[in-house]
């Protein structure tokens, strides 16, 4: 079992920045591929981005430029960097984590890739 808890989530205006975490226990965290995903009311959940055990990261389009992942594994811990945030960007956030082998990108963007989710955090972006 891994258990995962989110922080860092609030509200910022639009163009700023906001660094969520997500500390992961119960299990070698070097070990797990972890992915944060994003869902908005009214809307499926979709992903953000991934990364692998190596640090090789991949990010949906909206995502490239302006978020960043990142993990610390002496910390147990996976961070989302999100820059220049834009109201559509308002959601909750969750952070996932699988066990599995990662076949390909693709593979892991997908939500049924991921045994493991946090409880997820608000995130709001004003205008």
């Known amino acids: 079992q891994v258990q995962l808890v989110e922080s860092g989530g609030g509200l910022v205006q639009a163009g700023g920045s906001l660094r969520l975490s997500c500390a992961a226990s119960?299990?070698?965290?070097?070990?797990?591929?972890m992915g944060w995903f994003r869902q908005a009311p009214g809307k499926d959940r979709e992903i953000v981005g991934v990364?692998?055990?190596?640090?090789?990261?991949y990010y949906k389009d909206f995502a490239k430029g302006r978020f960043t992942i990142s993990r610390d594994n002496a910390k147990n811990t996976v961070y989302l960097q999100m820059n220049t945030l834009k109201p559509e960007d308002t959601a909750v956030y969750y952070c996932?984590?699988?066990?599995?082998?990662?076949?390909?990108?693709?593979?892991?963007?997908?939500?049924?890739?991921?045994?493991?989710w946090g409880q997820g955090t608000q995130v709001t972006v004003s205008s």
């Open positions: 990364i692998r055990r190596s640090g090789l990261t």
């Open positions: 996932s984590a699988s066990a599995r082998p990662l076949v390909n990108f693709v593979h892991g963007m997908s939500v049924t890739f991921y045994d493991y």
């Open positions: 119960g299990r070698t965290f070097s070990g797990l591929v």
